[in-house]
C-alpha cells in the first residue's frame, strides 16, 4: 500500500507548544486495543466504538457481546436503565437503528416497541437509516463556524461526491452536520465514526478522504 | 496548564496534567499524591468533608454557580433508600471544551472527585454521564476506571475503609439538553431526556426515584484539591464570592485558543490579549460571548474592564456560565452567528414546551429570512416579542438561552440587523 503523505489536523498536537506525538494525545498508547467483550463492567457500556465494519443482519448478542450486554444490565438497578447503553451497543454491531432492531432491544429489556421507538428517535446519535462505513460529522455550530466550519463542510461534501446526509455511491462515506462537538478551541472540529479531527481546514479535506479510502482498500485486500 | 498552549499568569490546580501523557496512568497520579484526598476523607468523615467544600466557596461549574457544599448538604443523613451520585460529562454548550481536557489528561482526578462526592453524600453508587460523542475520552476514563477498581480505590471495602462505592460510566447518546440535571436523570433511567417539573427536587427525588446529587466535572476535579488542602486554602484565588481557580474555554478569533486555568475574578481582556495572545491577524475585537452560547453577548466597549467571576459578569449585563469565552473579531457576522447559535437550540428542543418548541424554530426562521436579505424592519419586533414569551415560562432554560442571544444582539448590533433588510429592500425594488 502506498504511503500517503499526512498531516494530521486531529489532536491540536502539531499546533502549540507541546511535542507529543498522536497517540499521546488520544491516549492511544494508554487504552491500547479494546476488548470486544468490554473489559471491567465499570466502563463497558463506555466501549461502543462506531465501527467500519458494519453487520445489519448479526444476532442481538451473541459471543463477546452478549458478555458486553450482560455486563451492562449488571450496572443498573433496572432494565430499563440500560436502554441507551443497548441501543448504543445495538448500533455499533448493526451500524444503524432499524424499527426491527428497536423491537428486539424491547424484548430483551422487557420493554413496550412503543416506547423504545419513542427514546431512539429522541437521540440524534441513533442512525434510524444505514449510513456510510465512515461517518463525517462536521461541526459547524459557533466556535466552529467563526473559523471557517462552512467551509469544510462544502469540502467534505465535494470530495465524497455527496449530498448532506446521503451516502456516497461506494458506500463509504456519510456526511452530516454535527452540533457543538465539544472541541471549541481547536475548531473547525469532524468526528470521523469515533474519532475527533480538530484545526481542520479545507485544504486537509482531500488527505483525510484519500486516507480512509487506502485504509478501507488495506482492509478490504 | 492550557493545552496546547502555556501562559505564565495561569495557576495550575486541575489543568496539571494537560499535555501530559504520563498523567492518566494510576501509578503517576498516585507518586504524585493522588487517592491522597480520598483517604483523608474517610478519616474525616461524611459532614467533615461537606464542611470543607462549603468552606471552600466552590460553586458548580456547569453554569450555573450553584454552591457545590449547599447542594450536598441537601440530602439525607440518614439514608433509608439508595443515594446516588452523577457526573454531569455531558458537556455539550457550544463553546465550552474543558471537561473533554479533564477526563483525557486526569482521569483519575475526577474518579477520586466523583468517590469523595459519593462518599460525601453516602451514596453507593454513582455514574458519570458522558456524551455520546466523546469516544476517545471515554475509552481513557474507561481504563483509568478498571485500573481503579483494580488498585481498590473503587469497588468493596475501599482502602481497607468498609465503604463501598460502585462508578459506572454510561454514554448519552446525542442531545444537548441531556445536560440539564432532571433531563440527564431521565437520560440515564432509559426515557426521552425531557427535564422534569422541579420541585421535586433531585436530592428529594433524582435518578430511579432515589435522593441524588448532581455535578459537573471540573467541580468534582477541585474536590480533591480542597480535602486535601482545606477550604481556606482554596479561597486563596478569586474573589469572596466567587472562588478558586476555573478554566477558561476561549475559542474563536484569537492566536492561543484553549483551556486556560486562572484565578476567578481575571479580567477579560487580559484574557483575551495576553493570555490567548491577541486577536489573530490583528484584528480588532468585536463581540465576546462569555459563558456559552446561551448568555448575552458584550460588545468589545462592554468587555473592557470585565472581571471573569460570577458577580462581575453579570453587572456588565452578561452571565459567567461555564466559562466558554467566544471571541469575535470586526469581520464577523453577528446576524448569521445568532442565526447559527438559534438553529442549534431550535434542533436541540425536546419539545415539551410549547414556547421552546415553536419559539426557537420561529427565531431560525424569521433569522434565516433577514440573513437572506428578506427580512423586514417589523421582523425585529417579532424576534423581540417572540423572544419574551420564551423567557421564564418553559420547565428548563434552554429556551431563556434561545432567547438571550437573539435580544441582545439586536439590542447591540441593531445596525447590522437593519443593513441586512435594507439591502434586501433595495434589491427588491432594483
Known sequence: MKEIPFKNPGWAGNTGEFDLTEAEVRGEDFVGERPRAGGHPSGASAYPYMLAEKTPDAKLFEGDYQARFEKILSRYPNKQGALLPTLNLAQEVRGHVSPETMNEVAGLLGLSPAYVRGVTSFYTMYNKRPVGRYLIQVCTNVSCSLKGGDDVMAAFLRYTDTELGETSEDGLFTVIEAECLAACGFGPAVQINSQYYENVTPADVPGIIERLKAERAGSAG | MAYPYVSDREVRLLSKSFGDPKGRRLETYVERGGYGALKKAFEMGPDAVIDEVKASGLRGRGGAGF????????????????????????????????????????????????????????????????????????????????????????????????????????????????????????????????????????????????????????????????????????????????????????????????????????????????????????????????????????????????????????????????????????????????????????????????????????????????????????????????????????????????????????????????????????????
Not at chain 2, 440518614?78 to 489528561?105: I, Q, V
Not at chain 2, 491577524?281 to 468587555?303: F, H, Q, R, W, Y
Open chain 2, 67 to 430: 454552591p457545590a457544599g449547599v447542594k450536598w448538604s441537601f440530602m439525607p443523613k440518614e439514608p433509608t433508600r439508595p443515594h446516588y451520585l452523577l457526573c454531569n460529562a455531558d458537556e455539550s454548550e457550544p463553546g465550552t471544551f474543558k471537561d473533554r481536557e479533564l477526563m483525557r489528561w486526569d482521569p483519575h482526578q475526577l474518579i477520586e472527585g466523583v468517590l469523595i462526592a459519593a462518599y460525601a453524600i453516602r451514596a453507593k453508587q454513582a455514574y458519570i454521564y458522558c456524551r455520546g460523542e466523546f469516544f476517545e475520552t471515554t475509552q481513557i476514563l474507561a481504563k483509568a476506571l478498571e485500573d481503579a477498581y483494580a488498585g481498590g480505590y473503587v469497588g468493596k471495602d475501599i482502602l481497607g475503609s468498609g465503604v463501598d462505592i460502585d462508578v459506572t460510566i454510561h454514554l448519552g447518546a446525542g442531545a444537548y439538553i441531556c445536560g440539564e440535571e432532571t433531563a440527564l436523570m431521565n437520560s440515564l433511567e432509559g426515557r426521552r431526556g425531557q427535564p422534569r417539573v422541579k420541585p421535586p427536587f433531585p436530592a428529594a427525588v433524582g435518578a430511579f426515584g432515589m435522593p441524588t446529587t448532581i455535578n459537573n466535572v471540573e467541580t468534582l476535579s477541585a474536590v480533591p484539591h480542597i480535602v486535601s488542602n482545606g477550604g481556606a486554602w482554596y479561597r486563596q484565588w478569586g474573589t469572596e464570592r466567587s472562588t478558586g481557580t476555573k478554566l477558561f474555554c476561549v475559542s474563536g478569533h484569537v492566536n492561543k485558543p484553549g483551556n486556560y486555568e486562572l484565578p476567578l475574578g481575571f479580567p477579560l481582556m487580559d484574557l483575551i490579549e495576553d493570555v490567548c495572545g491577541g486577536m489573530t491577524n490583528g484584528k480588532a475585537l468585536k463581540a465576546v460571548i462569555p459563558g456559552g452560547s446561551s448568555v448575552p453577548i458584550l460588545t468589545a466597549a462592554e468587555c473592557k474592564g470585565v472581571n471573569l467571576d460570577y458577580e462581575s459578569v453579570q453587572a456588565a449585563g452578561s452571565m459567567l456560565g461555564c466559562a466558554a469565552v467566544i471571541v469575535m473579531d470586526e469581520d464577523t457576522h453577528i446576524v448569521k452567528q445568532v442565526r447559527r447559535i438559534v438553529d442549534f437550540y431550535a434542533h436541540e428542543s425536546c419539545g415539551q414546551c410549547t414556547p421552546c418548541r415553536e419559539g426557537t424554530a420561529w427565531l431560525a426562521k424569521i433569522l434565516r429570512r433577514i440573513e437572506d436579505g428578506k427580512g423586514a424592519e417589523e421582523d425585529l419586533d417579532t424576534l423581540l416579542s417572540v423572544s419574551r414569551h420564551m423567557t421564564g415560562t418553559t420547565i428548563c432554560v434552554l429556551s431563556d438561552s434561545a432567547a438571550a442571544p437573539v435580544v441582545s444582539s439586536i439590542q447591540k448590533f441593531k445596525d447590522e440587523y437593519l443593513a441586512l433588510i435594507r439591502r434586501g429592500e433595495r434589491a427588491g425594488v432594483a
